[in-house]
T-cell receptor, first 112, second 114 residues
Framework: ETGVTQSPTHLIKTRGQQVTLRCSSQ?????VSWYQQALGQGPQFIFQ???????GRGNFPPRFSGLQFPNYSSELNVNALELDDSALYLC???FGRGYEQYFGPGTRLTVT | GQQVMQIPQYQHVQEGEDFTTYCNSS?????IQWYKQRPGGHPVFLIQ?????EVKKQKRLTFQFGEAKKNSSLHITATQTTDVGTYFC??????????????FGQGTILTVHP
C-alpha cells in the first residue's frame, strides 16, 4: 500500500452543492495530482500541484479548483455539483513532476 | 488535445496463455507509464519508459516503447489468476512544457480463467 490517504471514502451530495476532498501525500513527495475516474474509464487528469503551485490543468471547468498546503497535502474543491460529477476521485503523489505516481484509495462521490 | 488509445478493451485468456495490450498516442510522448488497477482498487504504478525503443522486463511482464515514442505495449507471458485487472498506459506529452499532465488510455480489462 502507498502512503497516500484520501478522505472521505464515500460522499453523497445533491446537485448544486459544493464538496471538498482531501489528500495527504506520501512522505517525501512534493507533487500531487488529481484525477476523475468514471466507471469503466481511465483516470482523467484534473490538475497537478507542485510545491504549492498549479503545474498543469486538464479539460475541467473552473468550478474544479484545488489547493496544496506547505506540508504538500492537497484539497480538491468542486462547486455547483452536477450529476455527471459522480465518479471516483483519485489523488496521486509523486517525488516530482514527471515521476511515477502513487495513488490513494480514492473518494467515491455520488451526486443526486 | 493529446489522446491515448488502448486496444483491446477486453481480453479473456486461459491461465497460462500470453496477453498483450497496445497503447497509441496521437502525439509524441516524453515518457509513458503503465499502471494496473484491480477491481475496486486504485491504479498501481508498474513501470516508466523514457527512451525511444526502450524495452524493460519485470519477471513475466515485458514493456516496450516505440521508436517514435508514440506507442507502447505490455506483454505478459504465461498469465496467472493474479494478473487479473485493468492495465492502463499513461503518457506525458513531449516538449517539456507539460511535465504534470498524464493522459491515461481507457485501459484493457484482463480476465484469466483458471
Amino acid at each position: 500500500e502507498t502512503g497516500v490517504t484520501q478522505s472521505p471514502t464515500h460522499l453523497i451530495k445533491t446537485r448544486g452543492q459544493q464538496v471538498t476532498l482531501r489528500c495527504s501525500s506520501q512522505s517525501g513527495h512534493n507533487t500531487v495530482s488529481w484525477y476523475q475516474q468514471a466507471l469503466g474509464q481511465g483516470p482523467q487528469f484534473i490538475f497537478q500541484y507542485y510545491r504549492e503551485e498549479e503545474n498543469g490543468r486538464g479539460n475541467f471547468p473552473p468550478r474544479f479548483s484545488g489547493l496544496q498546503f506547505p506540508n504538500y497535502s492537497s484539497e480538491l474543491n468542486v462547486n455547483a455539483l452536477e450529476l455527471d460529477d459522480s465518479a471516483l476521485y483519485l489523488c496521486a503523489s509523486s517525488f516530482g513532476r514527471g515521476y511515477e505516481q502513487y495513488f490513494g484509495p480514492g473518494t467515491r462521490l455520488t451526486v443526486t | 488535445g493529446q489522446q491515448v488509445m488502448q486496444i483491446p478493451q477486453y481480453q479473456h485468456v486461459q491461465e497460462g496463455e500470453d496477453f498483450t495490450t497496445y497503447c497509441n498516442s496521437s502525439t509524441t510522448l516524453s515518457n509513458i507509464q503503465w499502471y494496473k488497477q484491480r477491481p475496486g482498487g486504485h491504479p498501481v504504478f508498474l513501470i516508466q519508459l523514457v527512451k525511444s525503443g526502450e524495452v524493460k522486463k519485470q519477471k513475466r511482464l515485458t514493456f516496450q516503447f516505440g521508436e517514435a515514442k508514440k506507442n507502447s505495449s505490455l506483454h505478459i507471458t504465461a498469465t496467472q489468476t493474479t494478473d487479473v485487472g485493468t492495465y492502463f498506459c499513461a503518457g506525458t506529452p513531449g516538449g517539456g512544457t507539460s511535465y504534470g499532465k498524464l493522459t491515461f488510455g481507457q485501459g484493457t480489462i484482463l480476465t484469466v480463467h483458471p
